[in-house]
């Protein structure tokens, strides 16, 4: 780290703390050189992501649009805004774990449908209803009957 009032390349850090609920790391710094006293900020950067769509255009990851989706799957179910939240955060942070810039919503699909179905079967059969785009009352049952397996 440069420091800012010699530009001497030496510091050393005197003190290291968590802040902005623990997104940032918040660290005082000493110049070896000239004494003075700076503090520095670290961030974690986040890689933006985007979603390939079934028509191939490619759209930024909008976790409100997956929660909405997610949300409308479960109305009227058991199933809690908390629930809702730690659903979407559990799949998020799957997409994020899979260290790719492009992620097919096919595979962002399969993630919630999977999360679906262990949470509450109702909200699984709609969402899977919408995603699989069932066609007629065979679709749903052979999805029914799969379920029970």
Request: hydrophobic residues 30%; neutral net charge; aromatic residues 8%.
């Given at each position: 780290m440069r420091c800012p009032y010699?530009?001497?390349?030496?510091?050393?850090?005197?003190?290291?703390?968590?802040?902005?609920?623990?997104?940032?790391?918040?660290?005082?710094?000493?110049?070896v050189s000239c004494g003075q006293r700076f503090t520095t900020y670290e961030y974690i950067e986040h890689t933006p992501l985007a979603i390939i769509k079934s028509d191939g255009r490619r759209e930024p990851f909008d976790r409100g649009?997956?929660?909405?989706?997610?949300?409308?799957?479960?109305?009227?179910?058991?199933?809690?805004?908390?629930?809702?939240?730690?659903?979407?955060?559990r799949v998020e942070g799957q997409i994020g774990n899979l260290a790719e810039k492009e992620v097919p919503s096919q595979q962002v699909g399969e993630l919630v449908m999977r999360a679906l179905r262990e949470l509450n079967e109702v909200a699984y059969v709609r969402f899977a209803s919408v995603y699989r785009q069932f066609k007629d009352r065979s679709d749903f049952a052979r999805e029914l009957e799969q379920l029970a397996n």
């Amino acid at each position: 780290m440069r420091c800012p009032y010699c530009s001497h390349q030496d510091d050393r850090v005197v003190d290291s703390r968590s802040c902005r609920d623990g997104q940032a790391i918040r660290r005082r710094r000493e110049c070896v050189s000239c004494g003075q006293r700076f503090t520095t900020y670290e961030y974690i950067e986040h890689t933006p992501l985007a979603i390939i769509k079934s028509d191939g255009r490619r759209e930024p990851f909008d976790r409100g649009k997956l929660q909405g989706k997610i949300q409308l799957a479960c109305y009227k179910t058991t199933v809690s805004a908390d629930q809702i939240e730690e659903l979407v955060d559990r799949v998020e942070g799957q997409i994020g774990n899979l260290a790719e810039k492009e992620v097919p919503s096919q595979q962002v699909g399969e993630l919630v449908m999977r999360a679906l179905r262990e949470l509450n079967e109702v909200a699984y059969v709609r969402f899977a209803s919408v995603y699989r785009q069932f066609k007629d009352r065979s679709d749903f049952a052979r999805e029914l009957e799969q379920l029970a397996n």
